[in-house]
């Protein structure tokens, strides 16, 4: 008992209602790329089982420490094979544009059931939930926006990059591509420096 009473569950609750919403938002954004990415010709996403909404098959077990403790993570990236579709450039394109879109939207209905709606079980649900309702959803919507935006600066590996760059001429497109992986290690440093050394 001595244990549990010595347990902060408030910061333990604080990081549930971070870690669950940031979950959902990036569960729809990676099943989207894979949606969208199946719709235009390639499968890998969806024989890897990536089209799905079970956060499970999406999850980096490291992005998820990271999301937990520093506030940031991300998700496992969905494979993708541009040689399946009819026009790869466009093809990456789309497929990257999917994740942020997706979000916005999914923003756009959190945001108006809060604002806007009057059904019957939204009131039954704040009603027995009292002010958790509004605050999770309230926090669905700007995760859901922060993910998107964040999403479309045009810096590899990130979205924004694949639909800047599919403007490039081929030559430069498939060379500065063959450098996106060594993109997420800058964010990672860029992030971490942000968190500890700006908040300090």
């Known amino acids: 008992m001595s244990f549990f009473r010595q347990l902060n569950f408030e910061y333990l609750i604080r990081i549930l209602l971070s870690v669950i919403p940031a979950l959902l938002c ?13 719709a ?8 890897q089982g990536r089209v799905t909404l079970n956060p499970i098959r999406h999850i980096d077990p490291f992005g998820l420490i990271m999301l937990a403790v520093a506030g940031f993570g991300w998700a496992k990236p ?6 399946r579709f009819r026009n790869p450039k466009l093809g990456m ?12 939207l999914f923003a756009a209905i959190c945001y108006a059931i809060t604002r806007y709606t009057d059904w019957p079980l939204w009131v039954t649900l704040r009603w027995r939930y009292g002010g958790l309702m509004p605050v999770a959803l309230g926090m669905l919507t ?11 600066i045009p810096f590899p590996p990130l979205d924004g990059s694949k639909v800047l760059f599919a403007f490039l ?4 497109y498939y060379r500065i591509m063959k450098y996106e992986r060594y ?3 800058v964010l990672i440093a860029l992030m971490l420096a942000l968190r500890f050394f700006g908040g300090s």
């Open 169 to 172: 001429p081929d030559k430069y």
């Open 93 to 104: 394109a789309l497929t990257a544009l999917a994740g942020p879109v997706s979000n916005l």
């Open 26 to 38: 990036i569960t729809v954004h990676e099943c989207s790329h894979g949606l969208a990415a199946y």
């Open 183 to 185: 993109g997420m290690l």
């Open 78 to 83: 969905v494979q993708v094979d541009s040689r």
């Open 142 to 152: 700007r995760m859901n926006l922060g993910l998107a935006l964040f999403n479309l």
């Open 40 to 47: 235009l010709g390639d499968d890998t996403a969806k024989r």
